[in-house]
């Protein structure tokens, strides 16, 4: 089999978000065990005008169905940025997963020379499937996934890479 | 042409590394700008058990050279881990892009399926191509660019999304 926009796209984040998930279990037991409030990591940034800790993952969400989504020519569900606690931040990612898992190798065929095009405030911008992917979509995604990691290990969680990378 | 893994890898990490010499740029404009000292963000971190800000630039081109020259079954160039100022971390990015720019998609035909391994402390893992660059090398990539962003981003320089991302 050759190398195809779906190995390069949905498995990844998908992989990733298992290990995002994992990783708010971590800080929960953490949190929990130092009996520290839950609600501090919530609201922790690493930066006054950086948005907050569920932002990051509700983007990461974002990212990675809408990714799936756009590269399959489907419509990504609508899941409403309303999560404040870490049982329902994990939920959004299991939703997302659930997503990510209907949507096949077949659906993403011939996706890399697919037109499309993204609304920005400035404008809109046409891409092919495979610019959309390595030149926006994967980046960013791993923008917030490493962003919600590095919270958690700014407000002292024991995260190492490997829980970034997850098990070999 | 069908999508690749040389499309997948290398364009992705040079588009990523070229936006990184760019932050640093801005980095550089504002502290100077502001008389701050550099050598306060070349220390920063985000938590006291990590390493400081230049870890974080090598470690994205070891992970960007290290994928290439995997994919393309040669070695790649060795760096030694030696910057201490931006002037020298810029260079080290642009040493990083010089070599990718020499891997052609041709040395990287059917590497998502070729066998190689990784030595770990703790064992050694043999990985395909396609396993090697989405389940380690380009999380591990911008785990390190995201988190070099993150520093600075912590520290106060004044970056958004598109610094990260690049011009559409």
Avoid: W
Avoid at 3 to 9: E, Q, T, V
Avoid at 17 to 46: F, H, M, P, W, Y
Avoid at 71 to 98: C, H, N, V, Y
């Amino acid at each position: 089999m050759a190398y195809s926009i779906y190995d390069a796209s949905v498995p990844v984040m998908s992989r990733a978000l298992g290990n995002l998930s994992n990783i708010l279990d971590k800080a929960v037991a953490q949190a929990t065990a130092e009996k520290r409030s839950l609600s501090e990591l919530i609201e922790a940034k690493l930066a006054p005008d950086m948005r907050p800790f569920p932002f990051q993952i509700q983007s990461a969400s974002d990212a990675a169905k809408g990714c799936a989504a756009r590269l399959a020519g489907i419509d990504a569900p609508s899941m409403p940025d309303t999560e404040t606690t870490f049982p329902e931040l994990k939920q959004r990612i299991a939703k997302t997963l659930d997503f990510l898992n209907t949507v096949t190798p077949a659906q993403l065929a011939g996706a890399e020379a697919r037109q499309s095009a993204l609304k920005f405030p400035n404008g809109e911008f046409k891409f092919t499937g495979q610019d959309f992917l390595t030149g926006f979509a994967l980046p960013n995604f791993f923008f917030h996934v490493t962003t919600a990691y590095a919270i958690l290990r700014h407000k002292g969680i024991a995260l190492g890479k490997m829980d970034f990378l997850g098990a070999a």
